[in-house]
T-cell receptor, first 116, second 113 residues
Framework: GAVVSQHPSRVICKSGTSVKIECRSL??????MFWYRQFPKQSLMLMAT?????????EQGVEKDKFLINHASLTLSTLTVTSAHPEDSSFYIC????????????FGNGTRLTVT | GENVEQHPSTLSVQEGDSAVIKCTYS??????FPWYKQELGKRPQLIID?????GEKKDQRIAVTLNKTAKHFSLHITETQPEDSAVYFC????????????FGQGTELSVKP
């Protein structure tokens, strides 16, 4: 079963509004989570590393003021797309790994964001 | 930072044939190399992974080889079946960094019956 839960799975919003996406680790504590974005027929591009209790680390070219990341607990990271525009329409997906085990990375099911 | 290059971008094979996808990476510190299969609109599914202390790993019809010196690794699928059709991604990471993966560009594999 899924060990990383992501919600919502789909969201449609109007330009200028903000959208929050949640990523939860269900049976382990994740001090670090990762947010990726995937445009149609393209690869997964790392946006940022979410660190519990501290600021996220953003990859080059990703606007930290537009993509707000909050990792306030060991099981929840949120990504808020602020002032969304049609070009932000994409598949957003989070991932995390249980640091206490030798398990591989777990991905959430992803969120399909459509900005109209 | 790490950069992963993947080839080919598309691959079409006949059912029963083998398929090979190749990736190169740039950061010699990378020590974990997973391969993912992604179907349309779904999350990537891990199909096999290899760590830098191993040169080859096999799981039924799927195998991965790693050449640390040349910084390249390959996915081999034998006896391909139509259900193998999907997009495949390679990735690289430094494992003890908690799972920060850098992905290749992806290969769209089509297996024709």
């Amino acid at each position: 079963g899924a060990v990383v839960s992501q919600h919502p799975s789909r969201v449609i919003c109007k330009s200028g509004t903000s959208v929050k996406i949640e990523c939860r680790s269900l049976d382990f504590q994740a001090t670090t989570m990762f947010w990726y974005r995937q445009f149609p027929k393209q690869s997964l591009m790392l946006m940022a590393t979410s660190n519990e209790g501290s600021k996220a680390t953003y990859e080059q070219g990703v606007e930290k003021d537009k993509f707000l990341i909050n990792h306030a607990s060991l099981t929840l990271s949120t990504l808020t797309v602020t002032s969304a525009h049609p070009e932000d329409s994409s598949f957003y997906i989070c991932s995390a790994r249980d640091p206490q085990s030798n398990s591989p990375l777990h991905f959430g099911n992803g969120t399909r964001l459509t900005v109209t | 930072g790490e950069n992963v290059e993947q080839h080919p971008s598309t691959l079409s094979v006949q059912e029963g044939d083998s398929a090979v996808i190749k990736c190169t990476y740039s950061d010699s510190a990378s020590n974990y190399f997973p391969w993912y299969k992604q179907e349309l609109g779904k999350r990537p599914q891990l199909i096999i992974d290899i760590r830098s202390n191993v040169g080859e790993k096999k799981d039924q019809r799927i195998a991965v080889t790693l050449n640390k010196t040349a910084k390249h690794f390959s996915l081999h699928i034998t006896e391909t079946q139509p259900e193998d059709s999907a997009v495949y991604f390679c990735a690289a990471s430094i494992y003890n960094q908690g799972g920060k993966l850098i992905f290749g560009q992806g290969t769209e594999l089509s297996v024709k019956p």
